[in-house]
């Protein structure tokens, strides 16, 4: 059962994580690593481009006559042996996205978090009275000191969408290499595996795992 702390790093209470996350997950690696490269690969735009030799410019005639001349034949200038041809097998313009249905997003979503939440590498933050407005303050709650912070683990703090502080913890966290933040919204598995540490506000695990409890995914 996760901790969760208020602003000072005092643990507060625990809550029972729900039962969706409590299941075994261990089969479904597949659909993880399905999962993580559709979300790697789908913003890549796609966009590097080559010319093939029937692109190129010029070449029109045949650079020497086919004999006589002691070197090799030659057919164009813009063969891809000369210098300014066209390349061969070069990349073209190409869509890298691919599709996952969405049960298997979820699956996959769902067994990430289980997985953290099994080894104990998720923490509830307590928001509501958040003051802190020093990043040493903040590497204090998370790390027990801001010299900590720099070899802790990386700790990703997920935000709900309507955080009262959530500006103020973005703003805490900023200069903190280990640590990044995110919206509850946003979270995908790629960032669930990424980070060796979750650190939910109350809001936005209320959020997440209601949206699992509705059947949601993204």
């Known amino acids: 059962m996760p901790n969760v702390i208020d602003a000072t790093g005092k643990i507060v209470r625990e809550v029972q994580a729900p039962a969706v996350l409590e299941q075994d997950y261990s089969a479904k690696a597949h659909t993880l690593y399905r999962a993580v490269h559709r979300e790697m690969a789908n913003p890549r735009a796609g966009t590097a481009s080559t010319k093939k030799r029937d692109e190129v410019a010029g070449g029109g005639r ?6 006589g001349t002691g070197r090799a034949r030659q057919g164009s ?7 300014h041809g066209g390349v061969v097998f ?12 969405k049960k298997e997003r979820k699956v996959a979503f769902v067994a990430a978090l ?17 003051t802190l407005v020093k990043t040493a303050d903040f590497a204090k709650l998370l790390f027990g000191s801001a010299k900590a912070a720099k070899h802790g683990p990386s700790t990703l703090v997920i935000v709900a ?10 703003l805490a966290a900023r200069n903190l290499k280990k640590v990044d933040v995110t919206n509850a919204g946003a979270l995908d598995v790629k960032d669930v595996l990424r980070f060796e540490r979750l650190v939910f506000t109350t809001g936005a695990f209320d959020a997440v795992t209601g949206k699992l409890a509705d059947g949601g995914t993204k």
């Open 114 to 130: 289980s997985d953290r939440f099994k080894n104990g590498a998720v923490t509830l933050l307590d928001a509501s009275d958040f």
């Open 77 to 83: 200038i813009r063969s891809p042996q000369w210098r």
């Open 90 to 101: 070069g990349p073209q313009p190409r869509s890298f996205v691919t599709d996952l249905n």
């Open 161 to 170: 969408h309507d955080e009262k502080h959530g500006d103020a913890i973005a």
């Open 62 to 67: 045949k650079p020497w006559k086919q004999k």
